[in-house]
């Protein structure tokens, strides 16, 4: 099991930025892979960036460009710049592959 944290959403214009913060807290074991997810309306969940635990990141080709993953033991971060109206969703921190304990999430909200 697995218990996360989520932080740092908000409403933004277009084109402006966010962080996001999580901590992932393992009720044993160390976790490879952090990643972010999200989730608009009406859509599946989806993979936005992970980062594991030997420095490594990955952020999909949607976002390449203007999000960025950083992780520091159990907290990962998404650095969110240029945000564009499609990167409203609800933003998930989990593990990769994910389980069934999603926290609450944070809502991100990009107004045009």
């Known amino acids: 099991q697995v218990r996360f944290e989520e932080s740092g959403g908000g409403l933004v214009q277009t084109g402006g930025s966010l962080r996001l913060s999580c901590t992932a807290t393992?009720?044993?074991?160390?976790?490879?892979?952090l990643a972010w997810y999200r989730q608009a309306p009406g859509k599946q969940r989806e993979l936005v960036a992970r980062a594991d635990s030997e420095g490594g990141s990955y952020v999909v080709d949607s976002v390449k460009g203007r999000f960025t993953v950083d992780r520091t033991k159990n907290t990962i971060n998404l650095h969110m710049n240029n945000l564009k109206p499609e990167d409203t969703a609800k933003y998930f921190c989990?593990?990769?592959?994910?389980?069934?304990?999603w926290g609450k999430g944070t809502l991100v909200t990009v107004s045009s």
């Open positions: 989990q593990v990769v592959p994910p389980n069934d304990s």
């Open positions: 393992p009720s044993r074991g160390s976790i490879f892979f």
